[in-house]
């Protein structure tokens, strides 16, 4: 099978160090993730395009249950190749509270095996990453309309 069709193959695993990235945030400031590092865990979660339904329903599903990632102490940073205008334009329309990062070159999206086949568009994919920097757990299928709060399970569950 061709590398570009087995996303899984290049996944990273529990346990693995979480590659460091900066890139522009909708609002124009620069995230660099190991400066996030330290202050709780952090959910990067890659999806597809902006303002799509899956997209919409899961951004907005992430919103609703938002109150609950902030008593988990979490970040939240989300990830597609569309620019950070595309993002900015998003956060409005559907009021929402988190970063969303511009991975306009793909390289975040690559160094996690997010890029989908011939990098046209990230894939549904979602880490949480431990306060050490390390993957403490990976989603590789995403239900847009439930995975708000199979991520606050497993953040529970993690702060035991």
Request: hydrophobic share 40%.
């Amino acid at each position: 099978m061709w590398a570009w069709f087995s996303r899984e193959a290049e996944l990273l695993k529990v346990g693995d160090v979480a590659p460091d990235f900066s890139a522009v945030a909708h609002d124009r400031t620069v995230v660099r993730l190991n400066d996030c590092l330290g202050h709780g865990p952090i959910v990067l979660y890659f999806y597809p395009k902006d303002d799509t339904p899956g997209c919409t329903k899961e951004a907005c599903d992430i919103r609703d249950g938002f109150d609950g990632f902030k008593e988990l102490n979490t970040t939240v940073l989300g990830v597609s190749f569309d620019s950070a205008a595309n993002h900015q334009k998003f956060i409005g329309k559907y009021k929402l509270p988190f970063v969303l990062l511009a991975d306009t070159d793909k390289k975040i999206s690559v160094a996690y095996g997010a890029a989908g086949p011939h990098s046209l568009w990230a894939t549904r994919i979602t880490y949480v990453i431990d306060g050490q920097g390390k993957i403490a757990c990976v989603f590789p299928k995403v239900s847009p309309a439930k995975h708000s709060a199979e991520l606050r399970q497993a953040l529970a569950e993690l702060r035991k």
